[in-house]
């Protein structure tokens, strides 16, 4: 059974850095690419950046360039998202998914909260 | 990157068909037939309903069904039950190498 499971999430201050990680089981991790997807409260979903299988290419929403790092390691089957100088707009649930522009399995999310 | 418009909320009752749009540009949807569907109940993940314009996962009951028209796709939903009320979002490609969602559209089956 496909799984991932996302986990890291928490209450950060304005101007802060939090990591998240995604860990995935049942399917060949390095033969995927792999999104990360966000939803602020009440709001729709929020594409934000994926990762080819080896790494070598990445892609992001404007709104994050430069402040967010997705990577991979696929030895450990894992996927992370590093963000940096937080806002308040980037609270949201963050969804680890399965592949890059089509995202078959989804974890539960993990809920970021920016506030001072 | 601007998001791609859904309307707000569609209604039916049971039995019913209904039909969800999704307008883009030629520079995402009209440009690429990479465009998904999602279903998302309320404090839940979201599902895979429909890929590449018209395919449908396994175990995605056949009452779901994908179209595109230019710059507009379409998801319609026939036979409706009270299991389909939930959100509905579209995504797709876009030329600038990434991804853009709808901005979601909220079923009520009556």
């Known amino acids: 059974e496909v799984q991932v499971v996302e986990s890291g999430g928490n209450l950060v201050q304005p101007g802060g850095s939090l990591r998240l990680s995604c860990a995935a089981s049942?399917?060949?991790?390095?033969?995927?690419?792999m999104s990360w997807v966000r939803q602020a409260p009440g709001k729709g979903l929020e594409w934000v950046a994926n990762?080819?299988?080896?790494?070598?290419?990445?892609y992001y929403v404007d709104s994050v360039k430069g402040r967010f790092t997705i990577s991979r390691d696929n030895a450990k089957n894992s996927l992370y998202l590093q963000m940096n100088s937080l806002r308040a707009e980037d609270t949201a649930v963050y969804y680890c998914?399965?592949?890059?522009?089509?995202?078959?399995?989804w974890g539960q999310g993990t809920l970021v909260t920016v506030s001072s | 990157q601007s998001a791609l418009t859904q309307p707000a909320s569609v209604s039916g009752s049971p039995g019913q068909s209904i039909t969800i749009s999704c307008t883009g540009t030629s520079s995402d949807v009209g440009g690429y037939n990479y465009v998904s569907w999602y279903q998302q109940y309320p404090g839940k993940a979201p599902k895979l309903m429909i890929y590449e314009v018209t395919n449908r996962p396994s175990g995605v009951p056949d009452r779901f069904s994908g179209s595109k028209s230019g710059n507009t796709a379409s998801l319609t939903i026939t036979g409706l039950q009270a299991e389909d009320e939930a959100d509905y979002y579209c995504s797709s490609y876009t030329n600038s190498n990434t991804r853009v969602f709808g901005g979601g559209t909220k079923l009520t089956v009556l």
């Open positions: 990762i080819k299988q080896d790494g070598s290419e990445k």
């Open positions: 049942g399917f060949i991790f390095s033969n995927n690419w």
């Open positions: 998914a399965t592949g890059g522009t089509t995202w078959g399995h």
